[in-house]
């Protein structure tokens, strides 16, 4: 069974920094695809990154988040990690990393369509 785990959340000062990790047990995530998104309360989930699989070299992201965060990937340690600098308080959100198994187009990359295996969330707080 494949099972995603965040970790790193936590309360940070406007203007802060923290770094989230997402693990996996039973596969190795340099072989799909992985996203993270954020679920803020009353709205809706919002995709925020894509790496790529194998290198990683290739990332995605929101237009609300360009600039200030950055995703990555240590396949020697089976770890895709979201650096989020600048953070502000509508950063404000439970965040979630997700495997795309099936290798989808583009246009679902920061869609929840496109992602078959979820995390349960991590919280993280930005407030002073």
């Known amino acids: 069974q494949v099972q995603l785990v965040e970790s790193g959340g936590g309360l940070v000062q406007p203007g802060g920094s923290l770094r989230l990790s997402c693990t996996a047990s039973?596969?190795?995530?340099?072989?799909?695809?992985i996203g993270w998104f954020r679920q803020a309360p009353g709205k809706e989930r919002e995709g925020v990154s894509r790496i790529r699989r194998k290198s990683g070299t290739i990332t995605y992201y929101s237009d609300s988040v360009k600039g200030r965060f950055t995703i990555s990937r240590d396949n020697s340690k089976n770890t895709v990690y979201l650096q989020m600098d600048a953070l502000k308080p509508e950063d404000t959100a439970v965040y979630y990393c997700?495997?795309?198994?099936?290798?989808?187009?583009?246009?679902?990359?920061?869609?929840?369509?496109?992602?078959?295996?979820w995390g349960r969330g991590t919280q993280v707080t930005v407030s002073s």
């Open positions: 997700a495997a795309d198994a099936r290798g989808r187009i583009t246009s679902y990359y920061l869609k929840e369509s496109g992602y078959d295996y």
């Open positions: 039973s596969f190795t995530l340099d072989s799909v695809d």
